[in-house]
């Protein structure tokens, strides 16, 4: 006769196994006098997919508040928005000298 032996084993421990997320960053675009609107709406539609309409919205309100967020993201990403958004180049709409892009930061979305 064959009996199943159980041994003793270690205790189940309870695990906290949610997903820690890590906290979303906004990327700002910072007004200047040196870009036109249109290069502001092209900017957004070739970097973040932005319509026409929205991009439009988004220059007004840098242009009137200095300043707008464009994206909240991982840090990671925002870091790489940011970067592609200082690596744009100049205004080609631009009737002044414009020589570079337009300036952009990151910070915590609280």
């Given amino acids: 006769m064959s009996d ?3 041994l003793p084993g270690r205790p189940e421990v309870e695990r906290d196994e949610r997903t820690r997320r890590q906290p979303p ?4 675009l910072h ?3 040196d870009h036109t609107f ?3 709406i092209v900017m ?3 970097l973040f997919g932005y319509p026409p309409e929205k991009g439009y919205e988004m220059a007004k309100e840098v242009h009137l508040n ?7 993201t991982s840090k990671e ?5 940011r970067d592609q958004i200082h690596a744009f180049g100049p205004d080609p709409f631009s009737s002044k ?6 300036s952009a930061s990151i910070e915590p979305a609280y």
């Fill in 4 to 6: 199943t032996i159980t």
């Fill in 44 to 46: 957004l539609n070739q």
């Fill in 77 to 81: 990403h925002a870091e790489l928005k």
């Fill in 66 to 72: 200095g300043r707008v967020i464009v994206l909240t």
């Fill in 38 to 40: 249109e290069y502001v």
């Fill in 97 to 102: 000298d414009c020589k570079g892009s337009m």
């Fill in 31 to 33: 007004n200047d006098d």
């Fill in 25 to 28: 960053y906004n990327v700002i």
